[in-house]
């Protein structure tokens, strides 16, 4: 339920303005993640980065 929270409150805050990012620690919230923002309509994009990739 809080991811949903998250996602919601971000998107609306910051529709129309450009890009929310909302980060998640694991795989299993990643997924759960994607799951309620499709529920909401909510489009989506995920960046899969392996923990020992530096940052580009």
């Known amino acids: 339920m809080k991811c949903v929270r998250g ?4 998107f609306c805050k910051c529709k129309g303005v ?8 694991d795989k299993q919230l990643v997924e759960q993640a994607i799951e309620q923002a499709a529920i909401h309509n909510i ?6 980065q392996e923990p020992s990739q530096a940052a580009e």
């Open 7 to 10: 996602i919601l409150t971000a």
């Open 43 to 48: 489009p989506v994009v995920t960046i899969n």
């Open 18 to 25: 450009g890009p929310v990012v909302y980060l998640c620690p």
